[in-house]
């Protein structure tokens, strides 16, 4: 039975790419606009206003100077920041503000000029990996600590590097359909594995890139939605959180060599929906690497612990695969950006607005998030709901 209390009842997304010229607040910015057109609401309507801080540039109080450029005088505001499961983590506080009557209407943005940006000078700020354990040997960014992951998991379970690569290619397959992917161009298995290997066993196909770009979604209390939007209503099912720690180096003893917080993170989701892996038809899956994708699989539910490269060699993902994943290309094809656009694409796959590729009958998605390395994982399951209100 369908419980839930918010939905998300807008999302937009700007332009991907190389995007000189543009700053990281004018894509948030052009995004929160589309958010807003798709909703059918003003600015003026928005009493909640949620942001990730910035990498390229130090803004103090991001969320307050969106909320000053879209003309929004919001009863709360605040930046989020949990590396890559931040989108999520977005999703979920403008639910629990929704449902406690704090705000009617929540806006979740965030744009990033990573790509055309990034510089030595700019960056400094950032703090890339443990300093106590992690840069002072140089183990800095998402990369290494998915790298020393993958190894592992090599080790233990006869994981093949093809079934990483088939990864890619089935993310590319998707994102070759989708026109606002950055890399549009078909990827295949042998072409990814006469790429050159960047940080072992992670080639240059299965890592993902830095993005310029923005995206944006609105939440608000389902019943509202049920009476003012026409067509499907995605509402937020069940949600997770769960945090090993600062970075690879402090995540024992949640996260082992071969799982991640996304096991935790899953079971609450799970549990609030009322629902298990085989109820869910999209599974938008937070991809740094191809490993990362690989591990969520397993530690999702979606097979065995140690199966996950025997179920992607089966060749159960992709467009023609049983289960549709990353089905927006995913970070490794679409665009790098924090998980923001995995929940539009959720979004989408259950208004039956994704084009051509579009899954059949979905009804119900899982979009994740996985930050820190593999220290935080969040997780939310969407519902389609067809009905409309009297």
């Given at each position: 039975?369908?419980?839930a209390?918010?939905?998300?009842?807008?999302?937009?997304?700007?332009?991907?790419?190389?995007?000189r010229?543009?700053?990281?607040?004018?894509l948030?910015?052009?995004?929160?606009?589309?958010a807003?057109?798709?909703?059918?609401?003003?600015?003026?309507?928005?009493?909640?206003v949620?942001?990730?801080?910035?990498?390229?540039?130090?803004?103090?109080?991001?969320?307050?100077?969106?909320?000053?450029?879209?003309?929004?005088?919001p009863r709360?505001?605040?930046?989020?920041?949990?590396?890559?499961?931040?989108?999520?983590?977005?999703?979920?506080?403008?639910?629990?503000?929704?449902?406690?009557?704090?705000?009617?209407f929540?806006l979740c943005a965030?744009g990033?000029?990573r790509?055309?940006?990034?510089?030595?000078e700019?960056?400094?700020?950032?703090?890339?990996?443990n300093?106590?354990?992690?840069?002072?040997?140089?183990l800095?960014?998402?990369?290494?600590p998915h790298a020393?992951?993958?190894?592992?998991?090599?080790?233990?379970?006869?994981t093949?590097?093809?079934?990483?690569?088939?990864?890619?290619v089935?993310?590319?397959?998707?994102?070759?359909?989708?026109?606002?992917?950055?890399?549009?161009?078909?990827?295949s298995?042998?072409t990814?594995?006469?790429a050159?290997?960047?940080i072992?066993?992670?080639?240059?196909?299965d890592?993902?890139y830095?993005?310029?770009?923005?995206?944006?979604?609105?939440v608000?209390?389902?019943?509202?939605?049920?009476?003012?939007?026409?067509?499907?209503?995605?509402?937020?099912?069940?949600f997770?959180?769960?945090?090993?720690?600062?970075?690879?180096?402090?995540c024992?003893?949640?996260?082992?060599?071969?799982?991640?917080?996304?096991?935790q993170?899953?079971?609450?989701?799970y549990?609030m929906?009322?629902?298990?892996p085989?109820?869910?038809?999209?599974?938008?899956?937070?991809?740094d690497?191809t490993?990362?994708?690989?591990v969520?699989?397993?530690?999702?539910?979606?097979c065995?612990?140690?199966?996950g490269?025997d179920f992607?060699?089966?060749g159960?993902?992709?467009?023609?695969g049983?289960?549709?994943?990353?089905?927006?290309?995913?970070n490794?094809?679409q665009?790098?950006?924090?998980g923001?656009?995995?929940?539009?694409?959720?979004?989408?796959?259950?208004?039956?607005?994704?084009?051509p590729?579009?899954v059949?009958?979905?009804?119900?998605?899982?979009?994740s998030?996985?930050g820190g390395?593999?220290?935080?994982?969040?997780?939310a399951?969407?519902?389609?709901?067809d009905?409309?209100?009297?």
């Amino acid at each position: 039975m369908n419980t839930a209390k918010a939905a998300i009842v807008g999302i937009g997304e700007s332009r991907v790419g190389r995007l000189r010229g543009m700053s990281a607040l004018h894509l948030t910015l052009e995004a929160a606009r589309h958010a807003l057109a798709d909703a059918g609401l003003t600015a003026a309507a928005i009493d909640g206003v949620l942001t990730r801080n910035l990498d390229m540039d130090v803004t103090y109080m991001h969320s307050q100077l969106v909320a000053k450029h879209l003309g929004i005088a919001p009863r709360f505001a605040t930046d989020i920041n949990l590396g890559g499961a931040t989108a999520v983590a977005m999703l979920e506080q403008a639910a629990i503000l929704i449902t406690s009557n704090v705000c009617r209407f929540v806006l979740c943005a965030y744009g990033e000029n990573r790509r055309t940006s990034w510089a030595a000078e700019r960056h400094g700020h950032v703090r890339m990996g443990n300093e106590d354990f992690e840069e002072c040997f140089g183990l800095t960014w998402g990369m290494g600590p998915h790298a020393l992951a993958a190894q592992r998991h090599m080790h233990e379970f006869g994981t093949a590097s093809r079934s990483l690569g088939m990864i890619a290619v089935a993310q590319r397959d998707y994102a070759v359909q989708n026109p606002n992917a950055d890399f549009r161009q078909p990827l295949s298995l042998e072409t990814y594995e006469r790429a050159p290997m960047l940080i072992a066993p992670l080639r240059k196909y299965d890592l993902a890139y830095l993005f310029d770009g923005g995206a944006a979604f609105i939440v608000a209390a389902q019943p509202w939605a049920l009476d003012h939007k026409a067509g499907p209503v995605v509402s937020l099912l069940g949600f997770g959180q769960a945090h090993a720690g600062e970075h690879l180096a402090y995540c024992a003893p949640m996260v082992t060599r071969t799982t991640t917080p996304a096991v935790q993170a899953g079971q609450q989701a799970y549990r609030m929906a009322g629902l298990g892996p085989s109820d869910i038809d999209v599974a938008l899956l937070y991809d740094d690497t191809t490993y990362g994708v690989l591990v969520q699989l397993e530690d999702f539910g979606f097979c065995g612990k140690g199966e996950g490269s025997d179920f992607v060699a089966a060749g159960h993902l992709g467009p023609k695969g049983t289960l549709a994943v990353n089905t927006h290309g995913g970070n490794l094809s679409q665009a790098h950006l924090d998980g923001m656009l995995h929940v539009v694409e959720g979004v989408r796959q259950l208004r039956s607005a994704a084009g051509p590729r579009q899954v059949d009958g979905a009804q119900v998605a899982l979009v994740s998030g996985l930050g820190g390395g593999f220290a935080t994982s969040t997780a939310a399951i969407f519902g389609r709901d067809d009905r409309q209100g009297t």
